[in-house]
């Protein structure tokens, strides 16, 4: 009698975008997060998590850097540095700090929920199927996770959901996969292909983006474009035999708000 065969375990990736007061995550704020839980078999997106984060101030665990020209907040009193909240940063994003103030929740409870919006995505799996992060330009908003995550105390148990490793200091990072590379991988062939922002991959593969630089935007369109390359990879060497792969349409984060 043949062995019952086993199901194959259910890969999930999260797709990360944050908007924020400036570039560096040592002393700028998260000003907005996005995470969508994606299934990579068929790039089905089984749950979605937004949020604003309201305006906090610097931790000596950040490391921080000599202070920045910012905008002031009402959270902000002579003890106490802020986080960075450049005019240029918000303008870019559409955010303002009456947003922050008004929408947004502490950073300590974003991370709680953000963590708890991981593990209730998770199927059981071994250690080396555990989930990683997608995005664009990835690099800079692992930067930020981790900030969050170190302000609200919760890094280790970040590391016992995400996939990861620690560096050559010691320093545990998750893994990820950046859209910039896979978009490079297949588009640099192209003769009309010279840059690979989001809005342009999008245009190139036939993606629509709504409500550019907005968190939950930039993740549905992110999602999609890492949906679009792993269907021509899945391709290679003949036709693709599974289903087509599902393409999602964000929703607009800001009808709330007049910008």
Not at 93 to 109: N, R
Not at 201 to 219: F, K, P
Request: hydrophobic share 40%.
């Amino acid at each position: 009698m043949a062995a019952p065969k086993e199901e194959s375990p259910v890969l999930v990736a999260f797709t990360l975008d944050f908007e924020t007061g400036g570039l560096k995550c040592q002393t700028s704020a998260c000003t907005q997060i996005a995470v969508h839980a994606t299934r990579l078999d068929t790039f089905e997106k089984i749950g979605a998590y937004q949020s604003y984060i309201a305006p906090y101030n610097r931790k000596e665990i950040a490391g921080a850097t000599k202070k920045r020209k910012t905008l002031k907040s009402k959270y902000d009193n002579d003890d106490a540095v802020s986080m960075d909240y450049e005019a240029r940063a918000l303008e870019y994003s559409a955010i303002t700090m009456d947003m922050l103030e008004s929408y947004g929740k502490p950073i300590e409870i974003v991370a709680q929920e953000v963590l708890q919006f991981m593990i209730d995505n998770t199927p059981k799996c071994p250690k080396n199927m555990k989930p990683f992060l997608i995005g664009q330009h990835i690099a800079f908003d692992e930067g930020f996770l981790c900030q969050m995550f170190e302000y609200a105390g919760l890094m280790n148990e970040l590391k016992k959901v995400l996939r990861g490793d620690e560096d050559f200091y010691g320093n545990w990072h998750p893994l990820y996969v950046d859209t910039i590379v896979l978009g490079q991988l297949a588009l640099c062939h192209l003769p009309n292909v010279n840059s690979y922002k989001l809005e342009i991959m999008c245009e190139n593969l036939g993606i629509e983006l709504d409500d550019a630089h907005d968190a939950d935007a930039d993740v549905s369109a992110t999602t999609n474009v890492a949906a679009v390359l792993t269907q021509r990879m899945r391709s290679i060497g003949g036709e693709y035999e599974g289903e087509e792969l599902a393409i999602s349409k964000a929703e607009k984060s800001r009808k709330h708000f007049k910008i």
